[in-house]
């Protein structure tokens, strides 16, 4: 069965740091562009970030640039959020996703919003 798990989620003050993780079951990403989204209550989800399967090339949601980077790792099947200068509007609930779109829509990976595979959710909050 396909799954997408997250987690690094949890409590931190703002200025502070966290890693997300993205694990797959049951394939592989090499071939899947990987995205990363966020919901906070009452609000609308919206996409952070993504990195394409075509060439690696990232992308980011502009009130994050310079503070979160996407990576990932294949050989441990994984995909990573570092969230670094963390302010109280990023809390929200991250979730990643996967999907096999074609290299010539990748570029628009963090707006559009038919993934396939989704994971559960991992909570992020920011606060003092």
């Known amino acids: 069965q396909s799954q997408l798990v997250e987690s690094g989620g949890g409590l931190v003050q703002p200025g502070g740091s966290l890693r997300l993780s993205c694990a797959a079951s049951?394939?592989?990403?090499?071939?899947?562009?990987i995205g990363w989204f966020r919901q906070a209550p009452g609000k609308e989800r919206e996409g952070v970030s993504c990195?394409?399967?075509?060439?690696?090339?990232?992308y980011y949601l502009d009130s994050v640039k310079g503070r979160f980077t996407i990576s990932r790792d294949n050989a441990k099947n994984t995909v990573y959020l570092q969230m670094n200068s963390l302010k109280p509007e990023d809390t929200a609930v991250y979730y990643c996703a996967a999907d096999s779109m074609k290299p010539a829509v990748q570029h628009m990976c963090v707006t559009v919003n038919p993934y396939v595979y989704w994971g559960q959710g991992t909570q992020v909050t920011v606060s003092s």
């Open positions: 990195i394409s399967s075509s060439d690696g090339s990232t």
């Open positions: 049951g394939f592989t990403l090499d071939y899947y562009t």
